[in-house]
């Protein structure tokens, strides 16, 4: 795990020498297991800065409220570092005014599968190494801190960096992990049950739009009035047309954070359709997000011999 | 009463060449078919197919000029790589493989538009109405966990 001061260090030193004019970073939350992302401007505040496994967000859905010209310092893990690629790929950020301090990522700790395994009130939590210390209201407990991790970081094939500044810690072995279909043996039907019973659960509060880093349409289709493109209500036809389309419009660029799953207040399974879309661009385009510096994603792009499907 | 599939058919304004085959996909076609006629091919977003499908289609037939025919230059190979995910989009969340079809017409055919939808249509036929994405029928899950 890499150690926090030299991140601190890192940051102060580059507010001190007014290489950036702000840091995003993540501090502690009010509540046990949460933490909060938070914007340093100064020295004196890098000491709240924290990093571990509490830290949900991912930092490059914030980065397009600055404004553009601003610099600004990102402390950045796997995902996010891709993400920001991707965003700079689609001329949403400006790469020259972004520092960044990548930190390789040991995954996110699903916090809702912890407070369920522990009966009690939990006041506090800290990660040792890969042990994890919760102290509860009749207690303490010690769980093992790779049984909590979240679905999208077990599968995670790039906890490193992509195309950091200055990369502090010690790099992780990336092991090739294969693609796994969440409905891999099952007929359609099931299938559709399985999509429904996610879908359905949609209150429409649209968090996992928020939280996702590749979401930044100013006017989001569903937000569309004339036309109306989709049923706005929560309802069978609306939940199942945002879920569809938002996955759809992620195709070849969902950085496959998780944001949007750990974002969701009803816990709804969203990643496994944008995995099998993105497993498609692979093996169609070879296309990966955040695997090159200036590819631009599948559907941007067209070629004339691309697979010959649709002529009969 | 035998049932009919219901039909959509999307269809670029350029894909057919003969006056002849246009006028009758506009003033003869089969009243369970419903044409939407749209600018070009890459104009056909994945939400009017998933709209078409929730609106109660059976089968829906997208038909656009060849590649490297198209009247825009590139509308169609733009389109062809979203459509084709998209399908294959729907097909992974539970839509019947075959209900999204896309008929690439060439100029020199004529009637190949008859043909085609005859074909499209006796293979619905086989498939079956299209209950799951539809949302004309009520479901009691909407909102809440069951």
């Known amino acids: 795990m890499t150690d926090i001061n030299e991140i601190k260090k890192e940051a102060a030193r580059i507010l001190k020498e007014k290489v950036v004019s702000q840091v995003v970073g993540f501090k502690d939350g009010s509540l046990p297991m949460r933490a909060q992302p938070a914007f340093f401007s100064s020295v004196t505040e890098i000491k709240q800065l924290t990093l571990n496994g509490f830290c949900v967000n991912n930092q490059a859905a914030l980065l397009k409220q600055f404004k553009p010209d601003e610099k600004i310092g990102v402390i950045c893990r796997g995902c996010e570092s891709r993400a920001i690629r991707a965003l700079v790929i689609e001329h949403q950020l400006n790469r020259e005014n972004l520092y960044l301090i990548g930190v390789p990522c040991e995954g996110i700790l699903d916090w809702r599968t912890i407070s369920r395994a522990v009966p009690y009130d939990i006041t506090a939590a800290r990660e040792e190494s890969d042990r994890l210390i919760i102290q509860h209201s009749d207690g303490e407990a010690v769980l093992q801190r790779s049984e909590y991790l979240h679905r999208a970081c077990l599968q995670c094939k790039h906890p490193n960096p992509v195309g950091a500044d200055i990369v502090i810690g010690e790099l992780i072995d990336e092991a090739v992990i294969p693609y796994v279909d969440e409905l891999a043996g099952r007929t359609a039907d099931e299938r559709y049950e399985f999509f429904s019973e996610e879908a359905e659960r ?5 968090a996992c739009r928020e939280a996702c880093p590749m979401c930044y349409c100013e006017e989001c289709f569903v937000d569309h009035i004339t036309p109306r493109w989709c049923e706005s209500m929560v309802s069978k036809g609306g939940t199942h047309a945002w879920h569809i389309i938002r996955a759809f419009h992620q195709t070849g660029r969902c950085v496959s954070c998780g944001a949007c799953e750990r974002a969701c207040p009803m816990e709804i399974k969203m990643e496994y359709i944008t995995d099998k879309l993105n497993e498609d661009m692979r093996l169609d385009y070879g296309f990966e997000v955040g695997e090159d510096e200036t590819a631009q994603p599948p559907f941007a792009t067209f070629q004339l011999d691309d697979k010959k499907r649709f002529i009969n | 009463m035998s049932w009919k599939p219901r039909l959509f058919l999307f269809q670029c304004q350029y894909c057919l060449a003969s006056s002849d085959d246009q006028d009758w996909v506009e003033n003869f076609l089969p009243k369970n078919i419903k044409l939407i006629k749209t600018a070009c091919s890459g104009r056909i977003s994945p939400l009017y197919i998933l709209n078409a499908v929730q609106s109660g289609a059976d089968g829906v037939l997208v038909s656009g000029c060849l590649p490297e025919k198209c009247h825009f230059k590139s509308g169609n190979l733009g389109s062809r790589r979203q459509l084709d995910e998209f399908a294959r989009q729907l ?41 799951k994405f539809n949302v004309l029928q009520n479901t009691e899950k909407a909102g809440a966990r069951s």
Not at chain 1, 202 to 206: A, G, L, P, Q
Not at chain 2, 94 to 104: Q, Y
Not at chain 2, 111 to 127: D, M, P, S, T
């Open chain 1, 202 to 206: 949609c209150i429409r509060c649209y």
């Open chain 2, 91 to 131: 097909e992974y969340l539970g839509l019947d493989k075959g209900r999204i079809k896309f008929a690439w017409m060439n100029i020199d055919e004529r009637g190949k538009i008859q043909k085609e939808i005859a074909l499209f249509e006796q293979e619905i036929n086989e498939i079956g109405p299209q209950r």
